[in-house]
């Protein structure tokens, strides 16, 4: 296992030396955040980020993400010109020795939650997603602003997509996936990255997009979709999570079994009836089996990148909802310890 930390580059307010201060530190998780969706990101700006990573005893080994324009995600003819785009992205961040590139394939949203600042007892606050907020949510009132969410979209764009999201269902999704895959994945073979797609968060449709990469099933036909070891996952563990249909433990084991699980983030969250509040890493605080889940990775030798994911803010930090330090520097820590003890029980 090779604990890596996001750091948003150099705006992030938490430094690259107090990443490299959290024990067994050893990659960032980056990206060039200052390019436009579908463009190619300048050498010299991959080679900064490399080069303040290296000065700081990281590694620079893991992108999150390189984004996926929407024409690709559409199929429309102008994808190809992005798809050019992505492969020489894909051969720049090889050049500069990433390993893994992290992406997802969610039409227009990124990861949703209905509030990023839900108190609890203790006066922490986190990320949390309950249904009755999501109904009253209207992405097309020009008003909405969500975490993962691209505020440079007008009003009118949005309308637009929407309405060419409308000749998209899940199949269609899976089609221009597949084209998107058959076209990059033999540059990641020459250029020696692995692809790790991220699951839809939440694993359910929203606002009336189609969403894809949900469940077991349907992980299955994307590993197909072109079966290389190149094609696989970011396993997220809150993600796929909030769907207790998904039993994470049976599917950590076989994904990684299949060496197909390049990169894991893990995190823990309660499921409600009426949706999920994220909470401490810390298998007690949440729905999920964080310690199953790791006895499986130790049992099957995952070597893969792995993070502490989205984190509450506590101690009085401000800053990025679900990305401050000090939440995700505990997460990190207990998921090392978690590492340690199971190592150890199996050496024994
Ligand atoms: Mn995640």
Redesign the pocket.
């Known amino acids: 296992m090779k604990l890596s930390f996001r750091w948003y580059g150099e705006s992030d307010r938490i430094s690259l030396e107090y990443i490299s201060q959290i024990p067994n530190m050893y990659s960032v998780v980056t990206a060039v955040y200052d390019v436009p969706v579908g463009e190619v990101w300048p050498r010299e700006n991959i080679a900064r980020l490399k080069k303040l990573t290296e000065d700081a005893g990281l590694k620079f080994e893991v992108i999150e993400s390189v984004p996926v324009h929407e024409d690709i995600k559409l199929g429309l003819p102008t994808r190809d010109k992005y798809i050019e785009a992505y492969k020489e992205n894909i051969r720049r961040l090889g050049e500069a020795g990433v390993k893994c590139i992290c992406y997802n394939f969610m039409p227009v949203f990124d ?1 949703t939650r209905t509030q990023l600042d839900k108190v609890a007892k203790d006066g922490s606050t986190s990320l949390v997603y309950y249904t009755e907020q999501l109904e009253k949510m209207d992405p097309l009132n020009g008003e909405l602003s969500l975490p993962g969410w691209d505020s440079s979209y007008k009003k009118e764009d949005l309308k637009h997509l929407f309405e060419q999201y409308k000749l998209v269902d899940e199949e269609k999704l899976f089609e221009n996936l597949k084209y998107f895959l058959e076209q990059i994945i033999p540059v990641c073979e020459e250029a020696d990255v692995n692809m790790a797609i ?2 839809d ?1 939440p694993p359910w449709p929203i606002f009336g997009l189609p969403r894809i990469i949900t469940n077991e099933k349907n992980i299955d036909r994307f590993l197909k979709l072109v079966d290389s070891k190149r094609n696989g996952l ?1 396993f ?1 563990t ?2 796929l999570g909030a769907d207790p249909n998904n039993d994470l433990v049976k599917m950590v084991d076989k994904y990684s079994k299949m060496g197909r699980i390049h990169f894991m ?1 893990v ?1 823990n969250i309660k499921i409600l009836n009426n949706g999920f509040e994220e909470t401490a890493h810390d298998n007690t605080y949440g729905s999920l089996d964080i310690i199953g889940i790791m006895r499986v990775l130790v049992d099957n030798g995952f070597d893969g990148y792995l993070r502490p ?2 984190g509450r803010m506590i101690w009085g930090e401000t800053g990025k909802p679900g990305y401050g330090l000090y939440d995700r520097a505990l997460g990190a820590s207990y998921l090392n310890g978690v590492w340690e003890a199971l190592e150890e029980e199996r050496r024994k």
Do not use: A
């Open positions: 990861w991220h699951p968060d970011t997220c809150g993600s983030h995190r994911d989205h």
